[in-house]
């Protein structure tokens, strides 16, 4: 059982779970909208009842998305100390994570080697050089991430507010006039109550701490005699970071992989 196909299996169980609780979010959003505008008895009830039970069913969602996020992070720490020091990971630690996937049939990583192909000898540099290509991947791909938001979000805006100016452009009955405008502006409201703003701010934290992470460890990598406990900070530091932020998704990975492993080569070289 390789461990990196267990990461990576562990890892998309938390993007699937976390994309659920979204959704959630979404559709308590577009199911109050429907309890409001509607006049008909049973759908105002159906629409009530839902939106008791979509918080206590959003929040499962967030925990497993939580439970499946720590375990991954636990299996990668595991590869990461192993591929800087050389060493098996400890038999009792492999023997837990193996256990979280015992009964699952794996897919394979898009990846080997986790940690990439640090060619320095292991020990504290070594680790070094490790955290900095991942600090290098996670924070551009964070940038992309934030853009992709910042689009959807400025999107949806135009969208909503064309409709609304075209709606005054038309003829129609005035009460269906104002319930119209009402029920666009009520979307426009979805976009500020929903995780669109707040999944912004965090992939622009994660970009910029990711960086910061970054500039670091390359400064490090070249440091004779470094400290094994002052990269350790580093990475513990970085995995905190990677545990409270939002996942980047698998597929946006598959994408950018090629670019991004001549971006770092050519990263390296200038160095």
């Not at 192993?82 to 009964?103: M, T």
């Not at 794996?106 to 070594?126: E, H, I, M, T, V």
Request: charged share 20%.
């Amino acid at each position: 059982m390789n461990f990196s196909d267990i990461r990576n299996n562990l890892y998309e169980k938390a993007e699937k779970y976390w994309y659920v609780s979204l959704f959630v979010g979404l559709g308590v959003q577009i199911v109050s909208i429907i309890s409001t505008v509607s006049q008909n008895r049973l759908l105002t009830i159906t629409a009530s009842t839902i939106l008791f039970f979509a918080p206590i069913i959003g929040r499962w969602f967030q925990e497993k998305f939580k439970d499946n996020t720590l375990r991954a992070i636990k299996c990668r720490l595991a590869i990461l100390y192993s591929d800087a020091s050389g060493k098996d990971i400890p038999f009792d630690i492999a023997r837990e994570i193996k256990s979280w996937v015992s009964e699952e049939k794996l897919s394979k990583a898009p990846f080997r080697k986790p940690y990439y192909d640090s060619k320095l000898p292991y020990g504290s540099n070594r680790l070094a050089d490790i955290i900095t290509e991942s600090a290098f991947w996670t924070y551009k791909l964070a940038d992309d991430m934030r853009s992709i938001m910042f689009l959807y979000t400025g999107v949806y805006l135009i969208s909503a507010l064309t409709a609304i100016y075209f709606i005054f452009q038309i003829n129609m009955d005035p009460k269906i006039l104002i319930d119209a405008a009402k029920l666009i502006t009520t979307f426009i409201s979805i976009i500020f109550t929903s995780e669109a703003i707040l999944l912004i701010k965090q992939y622009n934290e994660l970009y910029s701490e990711a960086r910061r992470i970054y500039t670091i460890t390359a400064g490090m990598v070249s440091i004779s005699n470094l400290d094994m406990s002052e990269i350790m900070q580093i990475v513990e530091e970085y995995n905190i970071l990677l545990l409270s932020s939002p996942p980047i998704p698998g597929y946006l990975y598959k994408i950018r992989q090629k670019n991004l492993n001549k971006a770092y080569k050519k990263v390296i070289k200038k160095e």
